[in-house]
């Protein structure tokens, strides 16, 4: 049985969909802090709770025989972190080691992490490698970066098979299972660029005054369902007793005025713009270089044309 820790969230629910698919046994744990109840299927076994419940959490580790982790449960919010640091801390990096002292007692061992293209920070060079310094330019991307710390030491310590993925930006939908991004408050540009358009309001751009391109931010946008697949591939991996990290992207990015002329495209308008200051914590260029991935566990996008991303976004914001 695998624990999908946040599996009621936006890349969890389709991750599970894609383990269910390949007949994975699922169980998911989920606070509903930011996850939907009804994106896990009934016939899915659902615990509602903190993965820091060290009781609940044993507990489930008994009753379903757990043998592996996927684990996506985190706060995500790179302002949110910004303004309260600790709150990161708290909720990534204790939360984590709370659930590991858990794997650790049950002798389970293999572990998917959700890591994040926020580890490095502000990129020397892209695309960027597993080996770049990792200087993360918020408290979100440094608790990332501190939860990977921890998982490797506890791999020397006690063998626990970590693999990290360090996804670059989600995105995509999966209209036919209704599942797509529903944060709230959303920071992620597409869903914001679609629901702007969708009630009539402007697009909102956050920097214009980045160095490459037309002086708008890029990034390397990953549909959701290949970032699923790499998540079966990992588990696969850990199951093996393998550990590692790996980056998740397409190798190809895009500023967030393309992305805005894509939508446009998509829709048939004119989207209006806002134009405003950057954000903080956000770097000019996220792109990944994936070959680490693609070499040692054969994955490959299928689905990260920007086309796609934009279309099935767009289909499931219709779809409801
Ligand atoms: N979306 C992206 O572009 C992106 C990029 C890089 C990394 N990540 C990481 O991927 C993971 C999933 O991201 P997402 O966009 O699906 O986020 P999400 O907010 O949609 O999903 C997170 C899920 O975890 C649950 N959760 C949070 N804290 C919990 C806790 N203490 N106990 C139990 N459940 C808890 C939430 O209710 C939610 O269902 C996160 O770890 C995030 O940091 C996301």
Redesign the pocket.
Known sequence: MILV??G?????SVTVSELVTRGYEVVV???????HRDVVPTSIPFVQ????DQALLSSVFADYGVSAVVH?????LVGESVKDPLLYVE?NLC?TSAMLRVMQRHNVHALVF?????VYGEPDATPITEDHRKQPISPYGLS?WWIEQVLYWCHTAWGLSPISLR?F??AGAVPSLSLRER?NPET?LLPRVLSAWAEGEPAQVFGTDYPPSDGSAIRDYVHVQDLATAHVLALEATLKGQAGAYNVGTGRGYSVLEILAAVEQATSTLLPRTYLPRRVGDPAVLVADSTRLQRSLGWRPQQSDLSTIVSSTLAALKTG
């Not at 009621?8 to 969890?12: F, Q, S, T």
């Open positions: 820790t946040g009621a969230g936006y890349i969890g744990l989920d606070d509903l802090s930011t996850g709770g903190d993965i820091a996506f449960a985190a706060k995500s909720s939360k959700s890591s994040s293209a926020a990332k996804y930006n989600a944060h992620h």
